[in-house]
T-cell receptor, first 110, second 114 residues
Framework: GENVEQHPSTLSVQEGDSAVIKCTYSDSASNYFPWYKQELGKRPQLIIDIRSNVGEKKDQRIAVTLNKTAKHFSLHITETQPEDSAVYFCAASFGNQFYFGTGTSLTVIP | EAGVAQSPRYKIIEKRQSVAFWCNPISGHATLYWYQQILGQGPKLLIQFQNNGVVDDSQLPKDRFSAERLKGVDSTLKIQPAKLEDSAVYLC????????????FGPGTRLTVL
């Protein structure tokens, strides 16, 4: 089955700096890659996603890049703000199945 | 639109007891997922339904866990008997179709097994 690895597990940045979280996957058939943000005690919420026919997608301060050859994708958050502090999960999906990474706890220091 | 509903929000039981969780997906969503999220880890898929049929239950510990979605709408997940290692948040999610579409998560049920 699919194996998704996520790094780093924790990340601290100063407010205004950028944050990058990386995920790798093992199954080349995976074709949908969502990123979720989970605040403490709350449900995961989709913040951005990318499909395998696209190399990059951007939504305001958030962007995701995908390298199908290397089987890795990354989340980029620019101009970080304290409210960006949360746990971020990547996932890889093919057909009916979703596999999640282990999460990155991001802390933005004011 | 109304979101995914789950109940109860919290449950504390002793080991070897039974517990059941309920999920009502977003109206019209054919696919329903149950995940187990242990503290500090990502969600792990337990079972996936497409309407009232099981699509994937390969990671469901079938000796103690069961789930059903009889009418293809709401679903229940049961644990009988519970073990200490079952302490986790149980998340229900739904999507309009199968993979490749956004999953919407419910608030989760936090289970503590003593």
């Amino acid at each position: 089955g699919e194996n998704v690895e996520q790094h780093p597990s924790t990340l601290s940045v100063q407010e205004g700096d950028s944050a990058v979280i990386k995920c790798t996957y093992s199954d080349s058939a995976s074709n949908y890659f969502p990123w979720y943000k989970q605040e403490l005690g709350k449900r995961p919420q989709l913040i951005i996603d990318i499909r395998s026919n696209v190399g990059e997608k951007k939504d305001q301060r958030i962007a995701v890049t995908l390298n199908k050859t290397a089987k890795h994708f990354s989340l980029h958050i620019t101009e970080t703000q304290p409210e960006d502090s949360a746990v971020y999960f990547c996932a890889a999906s093919f057909g009916n199945q979703f596999y999640f990474g282990t999460g990155t706890s991001l802390t933005v220091i004011p | 639109e109304a979101g995914v509903a789950q109940s109860p929000r919290y449950k504390i039981i002793e080991k070897r007891q039974s517990v059941a969780f309920w999920c009502n997906p977003i109206s019209g969503h054919a696919t329903l997922y149950w995940y187990q999220q242990i503290l500090g880890q990502g969600p792990k898929l337990l079972i996936q339904f497409q309407n009232n049929g099981v699509v994937d239950d390969s990671q469901l510990p079938k000796d103690r866990f069961s789930a059903e979605r009889l009418k293809g709408v709401d679903s229940t997940l049961k644990i009988q008997p519970a073990k200490l290692e079952d302490s986790a948040v149980y998340l229900c999610a739904s999507s309009f179709l199968d993979g490749g579409n956004e999953q919407f998560f419910g608030p989760g049920t936090r289970l503590t097994v003593l």
